[in-house]
């Protein structure tokens, strides 16, 4: 019955910071441009085709969405010299700056909620919480931290 109530609660502890934080529930961008930019810094520099097959959606949709964003300045896309029937898309300056802000509000909000807990309870929570993500990655879930997530500019 406890740890039913626990999940419960770390289902609504998730759900409180993803609405409070998210761009796409703050109506900010659309799903398929946060996908989009997310798999970008992850990966970095990608052509339209596999931007496509990696979210799952057609190649003019992603065009569609590219044009827009590079309209707002968050990607650039540029025609490779060799083919230019290729056209990588990048995220700009502006756009790892937006990813940042959003991540920054989303630790402003968990910083927040952890006001009410003194010292000794958040270094109690911070040992919990390394010891569910340590089980975690022992049974080969993918757990990254914030820096780990960013992908770096390759250097030319």
């Known amino acids: 019955m406890a740890t039913e109530r626990l999940i419960d609660d770390m289902q609504s502890l998730y759900h409180l910071i993803r609405r409070a934080s998210h ?6 961008i659309t799903p398929e441009q946060y996908w989009l930019l997310r798999l970008l810094r992850r990966k970095g520099p990608l052509s339209i085709s596999e931007l496509a097959d990696a979210l799952g ?3 003019s949709s992603v065009t569609t969405a590219c044009k827009r964003m590079e309209k707002s300045g968050l990607v650039t896309r540029e025609r490779q010299s060799d083919d ?7 995220l700009t300056e502006t756009g790892h700056e937006q990813i940042e802000a959003w991540q920054q509000r989303r630790r ?9 807990l003194d010292l000794e309870q958040q270094a ?3 040992e919990l919480v390394e010891c569910i993500l340590q089980e975690a ?5 993918p757990v990254l931290t914030n820096k780990e997530q960013v992908w770096t ?3 030319p």
């Open 124 to 126: 109690t929570l911070q």
């Open 137 to 141: 990655e022992l049974e080969g879930q």
């Open 108 to 116: 402003e909000i968990l910083a927040k909620l952890l006001k009410p």
């Open 84 to 90: 230019e029937r290729m056209v990588r898309v990048m």
């Open 153 to 155: 500019k390759e250097k």
């Open 23 to 28: 761009p796409i529930h703050r109506a900010e």
């Open 57 to 59: 959606v057609t190649g």
